[in-house]
């Protein structure tokens, strides 16, 4: 089992940046694929970034690239989210999640563990 909790999330200015951290625990956080979703009010869970294991290859939703960074240290067990540019159209729950896949892959279904999420807000 691992046990991911989120943090870093909160109300910011359209044009303002955020950083999330997703904290690992119970599992050895190489082990995993790791990636941020996202879900607005009243729209489905989005796929926004996810990162290979070793940190080498990232992936990308076309809303968020350029403007969000992933990354993770593995030593520390946690994964980053640094959003830039932030849009009002980014407001969401946004939530870590890990797989035992191979690739980073952007489908909710194949990632086996979730944390609870938090709250991003940009205002315009």
């Known amino acids: 089992q691992v046990q991911l909790v989120e943090s870093g999330g909160g109300l910011v200015q359209a044009g303002g940046s955020l950083r999330l951290s997703c904290a690992a625990s119970g599992r050895t956080l190489s082990n995993y694929v790791m990636a941020w979703f996202r879900q607005a009010p009243g729209k489905e869970r989005e796929f926004v970034a996810a990162i290979t294991r070793s940190g080498g290859s990232t992936t990308y939703a076309d809303s968020v690239k350029g403007r969000f960074t992933i990354s993770r240290d593995n030593a520390k067990n946690t994964v980053y989210l640094q959003m830039n540019s932030l849009k009002p159209e980014d407001t969401a729950v946004y939530s870590c999640?890990?797989?035992?896949?191979?690739?980073?892959?952007?489908?909710?279904?194949?990632?086996?563990?979730w944390g609870q999420g938090t709250q991003v807000t940009v205002s315009s």
């Open positions: 999640a890990a797989s035992i896949t191979i690739r980073a892959t952007i489908h909710p279904y194949q990632y086996d563990y």
